[in-house]
């Protein structure tokens, strides 16, 4: 992607409130080691960054490198994973480090994509903030969040047209990697998804939707079901019982699983016992 040869209003203030309020503590900021970014962002995944804060250090002083991962069991790396939510994500991440192991980096987003678990989103993450290469706009959730309304003026737009805007509105002075950051933070700090802080926004001069915000964030429906009580808290009790003591019997993990609500239903703990084999998180 070719260098934006003007700063656009709205993104004028950005580099020096990033500079100055930006999350610069955040300790995978202030590495480009590919593995560490990827174990950062796998386990950014639906989990808030107060909970992968020490998890993130842990788990890389534990395996540093996709080979030392990539040499552990599985149950391992689940066992280390525990707490942090959605054991697919770590048993991804197990093969993923197996892939590079075995391979090395893949150079480009077509070849990480080829990594499990890896989407266009994580692979454009890699390329920007480990590999610091050129390409598409690592967009998630958030970033996409604030492009539609800053630069197109409403709540949500398709992919491509989201990416030309922030390509478009990039300014000169900050590389892809910092401006990728800093939009990550303006939308985990003040345009959030149910409300907009444009009081304080570095973008309010210039964004198309400051007069729309104005009268509030409608709240967006709720996409997922509350974890407590769920088939999700179910399965993940179940699989910590089984890293404890594979060879249990059904009987056995009914009765520790028997306090959880989703438990009740007849036949709830085999199904989720054969949702957890179908994914490969126990064997036995």
Not at 138 to 156: P, Q, S
Not at 262 to 280: I, K, M, N, T, Y
Request: charged share 20%.
């Amino acid at each position: 992607m070719g260098a934006v040869n003007t700063v656009p209003s709205a993104t004028a203030g950005l580099a020096a409130w990033y500079a100055a309020g930006g999350r610069h503590v955040l300790p995978w900021r202030r590495t480009r080691d590919p593995w560490a970014v990827l174990v950062s962002e796998v386990m950014l995944q639906q989990t808030p960054v107060a909970r992968v804060l020490s998890r993130w250090s842990r788990f890389l002083e534990r395996w540093p490198t996709p080979e030392s991962c990539a040499a552990a069991s599985l149950d391992e790396v689940l066992r280390e994973w525990d707490g942090l939510g959605y054991p697919r994500r770590a048993a991804a991440l197990w093969c993923s480090a197996t892939m590079i192991a075995a391979g090395g980096w893949p150079s480009d987003e077509t070849g990480l994509r080829s990594l499990p678990g890896v989407g266009p989103y994580t692979a454009r993450a890699l390329l920007c903030l480990a590999f610091d290469r050129p390409g598409a706009p690592a967009r998630d959730v958030n970033l996409g969040r604030v492009a539609a309304r800053c630069y197109l003026g409403v709540e949500t737009a398709p992919g491509a047209r989201l990416d030309a805007a922030l390509e478009t509105h990039r300014p000169a002075s900050m590389s892809w990697r910092d401006y990728t950051l800093a939009l990550f933070d303006v939308g985990a700090l003040l345009c959030r998804r149910r409300s907009a802080a444009c009081e304080r926004c570095p973008l309010a001069p210039g964004c198309a939707s400051r007069a729309r915000l104005a009268d509030g964030v409608e709240a967006p429906p709720r996409k997922q079901a509350p974890y407590p009580g769920s088939m999700r808290q179910l399965r993940g009790a179940i699989l910590r019982a089984m890293l404890a003591r594979p060879d249990q019997s059904v009987a056995a993990l009914e009765r520790a699983v028997a306090a959880l609500p989703a438990a009740a239903r007849p036949g709830a703990v085999v199904e989720a016992l054969a949702a957890l084999r179908r994914e490969g998180l126990v064997t036995a």
